[in-house]
């Protein structure tokens, strides 16, 4: 059985940062892509960030492109999500996902098969 646990949500101020860790379970990682979407209170999951296991490759939201940053975390088989310069609209549940999409369908959520549960992250002063 496949398992995706997030962790290392919370609250910070604008400006500030956090890290997001998801370790998996139940799948061979370098099989596959996995990333981050994220839903706001009222809103649509969107697309934040993804690797590919195999190669390193990286494709990001234009929203974050250089301030959020993801890795592979070969300890726990899962993925790392580095989140600098907060901003209040970054406030949402992030997910983790993993999946095996072709380059043109990273952003979208039909080409993940496996999601986490999600993990709160806010951000307000």
């Known amino acids: 059985q496949v398992q995706l646990v997030e962790s290392g949500g919370g609250l910070v101020q604008p400006g500030g940062s956090l890290r997001l860790s998801c370790a998996a379970s139940?799948?061979?990682?370098?099989?596959?892509?996995m990333g981050w979407f994220r839903q706001a209170p009222g809103k649509g999951r969107e697309f934040v960030a993804a690797?590919?296991?195999?190669?390193?490759?990286?494709w990001y939201a234009d929203s974050v492109k250089g301030r959020f940053s993801i890795s592979r975390d070969r300890a726990n088989s899962g993925v790392v999500l580095q989140m600098n310069s907060l901003k209040a609209e970054d406030t949402a549940v992030y997910f983790c996902?993993?999946?095996?999409?072709?380059?043109?369908?990273?952003?979208?959520?039909?080409?993940?098969?496996?999601w986490g549960q999600g993990t709160q992250v806010a951000v307000s002063s």
């Open positions: 139940g799948l061979t990682v370098s099989g596959y892509s």
């Open positions: 690797i590919r296991w195999s190669g390193g490759n990286t």
């Open positions: 996902v993993a999946g095996r999409p072709i380059a043109s369908s990273v952003a979208t959520e039909a080409a993940y098969g496996y």
